[in-house]
T-cell receptor
Framework: GNSVTQMEGPVTLSEEAFLTINCTYT??????LFWYVQYPGEGLQLLLK?????DKGSNKGFEATYRKETTSFHLEKGSVQVSDSAVYFC???????????????FGKGTLLTVNP | DTEVTQTPKHLVMGMTNKKSLKCEQH?????MYWYKQKAKKPPELMFV???????INESVPSRFSPECPNSSLLNLHLHALQPEDSALYLC?????????????FGNGTRLTVT
């Protein structure tokens, strides 16, 4: 079946530090890959996405590249801010077993805390 | 502002109560989802509706009953819940459900069962 493995953290950084959150996946076929962010007390927001190998998703200074050869989709940001403190979920979308509906498979989430 | 609206934001109910969670979207999406999220865990899929028909039920107990009255609305009827059902319930939508599009999530209903 499909699965996503991401570093669980928590990750604590100082403002302006470099961020990497590792994510690897297992999937059949050609999944799309996503990073979602969840701020305290809120739902999930799409941060960025990539739909095929070598695609780079980017948004708000965050980037991730779809690496098929290493089955990875690591999230990076060059200089984090206090406002980036949140939980980050790596996810893949692929057809579920026995059906035509696409299903999201989430990693366990990584709590990021950025201190001033 | 989220484009998927969930009401209420908070709900406290007893184990003998009947209540409903509501979700609304006006993006023209034809697939809608219910997820359950426990603290410090990723969301877990409960139900998927595609074109107002239930297409996925992830073996959810019958005390949770989904309903999709039209393409913009999704309800989750709750009856005889247990304290372990306390969680954040998230609604989401996507264009059709049979494509690799990202989901749009609401901010959730925080449910406490006493």
């Amino acid at each position: 079946g499909n699965s996503v493995t991401q570093m669980e953290g928590p990750v604590t950084l100082s403002e302006e530090a470099f961020l990497t959150i590792n994510c690897t996946y297992t999937a059949t076929g050609y999944p799309s890959l996503f990073w979602y962010v969840q701020y305290p007390g809120e739902g999930l927001q799409l941060l960025l996405k990539a739909t095929k190998a070598d695609d780079k998703g980017s948004n708000k200074g965050f980037e991730a590249t779809y690496r098929k050869e290493t089955t990875s989709f690591h999230l990076e940001k060059g200089s984090v801010q206090v406002s980036d403190s949140a939980v980050y979920f790596c996810a893949l979308s692929a057809v579920g077993s026995g059906g035509s509906n696409y299903k999201l498979t989430f990693g366990k989430g990584t709590l990021l805390t950025v201190n001033p | 502002d989220t484009e998927v609206t969930q009401t209420p934001k908070h709900l406290v109910m007893g184990m003998t109560n009947k209540k409903s969670l509501k979700c609304e979207q006006h993006m023209g999406h034809r697939a809608m989802y219910w997820y359950k999220q426990k603290a410090k865990k990723p969301p877990e899929l409960m139900f998927v509706y595609s074109y107002e028909k239930l297409s996925i039920n992830e073996s959810v107990p019958s005390r949770f009953s989904p309903e999709c009255p039209n393409s913009s609305l999704l309800n989750l009827h709750l009856h005889a819940l247990q304290p372990e059902d306390s969680a954040l319930y998230l609604c989401a939508s996507s264009p059709t459900g049979v494509e690799n599009s990202p989901l749009h999530f609401g901010n959730g209903t925080r449910l406490t069962v006493t």
